[in-house]
């Protein structure tokens, strides 16, 4: 996982999701697979709001290509996912995304994760370029990568 800040203030943008009965386990903690979700709904929900993913018409998707997840505290039902996002980096035809989910107000993070998408055309599957307006607006989710140590 990347050895950038883990802060709640590190994140550019926050959606907020509610966890629900069954994403709780045996355990009495959300189950691991659902942290997946967050990232998704989070990002996915942040780009159809600025009108640039068209889930049904668009021509151009983003498809998951990686995913990774590093858990430090749990999550449990009826607890708020406050999905911080920023972009680590935009390529020719992926973007990667790093997501932080805080507990309700928390300021440690309970878990931090990434994922990349990849763009393509919908009809072919074929990778295509980033399209303008999905740069536009995640240049300022965009952070510098991590200093060298």
């Not at 800040?5 to 691991?32: A, K, L």
């Not at 990002?43 to 049904?56: A, C, K, Y």
Request: glycine share 6%; hydrophobic share 40%; with cysteine.
């Amino acid at each position: 996982m990347s050895q950038r800040s883990q802060q709640r203030s590190d994140y550019r943008h926050f959606q907020v999701i509610p966890t629900r009965w069954m994403d709780n386990d045996i355990y009495g903690h959300v189950n691991n697979v659902h942290y997946y979700s967050y990232f998704d709904t989070a990002v996915n929900q942040f780009l159809i709001e600025r009108g640039v993913l068209d889930i049904h018409h668009g021509e151009v998707v983003g498809f998951v290509v990686e995913t990774a997840c590093s858990y430090f505290r749990p999550l449990a039902f009826p607890d708020q996912v406050h999905a911080g996002i920023r972009v680590a980096r935009i390529g020719n035809t992926s973007v990667q995304y790093e997501v932080g989910l805080f507990r309700n107000d928390d300021v440690q993070i309970a878990a931090a994760g990434r994922f990349t998408h990849v763009y393509v055309e919908r009809a072919s599957g074929k990778p295509v370029p980033v399209p303008d307006a999905v740069r536009a607006v995640l240049a300022p989710l965009q952070v510098q990568p991590p200093s060298a140590a």
